[in-house]
């Protein structure tokens, strides 16, 4: 059973940022695409970025040029840095990684931003 453990989320002022992590207990050669997702109360889930097995990045429109995703193989992690966050970013983050085998989902950590 996969498990992907998040970490990095908090409570920061508009304007600020945080970068969130995800470490997999598999081995990253055997995903295809590791991801960010968001639900904020009463929204549906959302992609915030996602990266493939090669680096191709795409991102959600709300954050695009605010966020940045990355990934190290050597690690099993992917990376969320989010600069100039907004309060409209607030959410819980989920970290998600696609393999052969489908999707596997981590628990997800809270980001609050305060405006």
């Known amino acids: 059973q996969v498990q992907l453990v998040e970490s990095g989320g908090g409570l920061v002022q508009a304007g600020g940022s945080l970068r969130l992590s995800c470490a997999a207990s598999?081995?990253?050669?055997?995903?295809?695409?590791m991801a960010w997702y968001r639900q904020a109360p009463g929204k549906q889930r959302e992609l915030v970025a996602g990266?493939?097995?090669?680096?191709?990045?795409n991102y959600g429109d709300s954050v695009k040029g605010r966020f940045t995703i990355s990934r190290d193989n050597a690690k099993n992690t992917v990376y969320l840095q989010m600069n100039s966050l907004k309060p409209e970013d607030t959410a819980v983050y989920y970290c998600?990684?696609?393999?052969?085998?489908?999707?596997?989902w981590g628990q997800g950590t809270q980001v609050t931003v305060s405006s």
């Open positions: 598999v081995s990253t050669f055997s995903i295809n695409v």
């Open positions: 998600s990684i696609l393999r052969d085998q489908g999707w596997s």
């Open positions: 990266i493939s097995s090669g680096g191709i990045t």
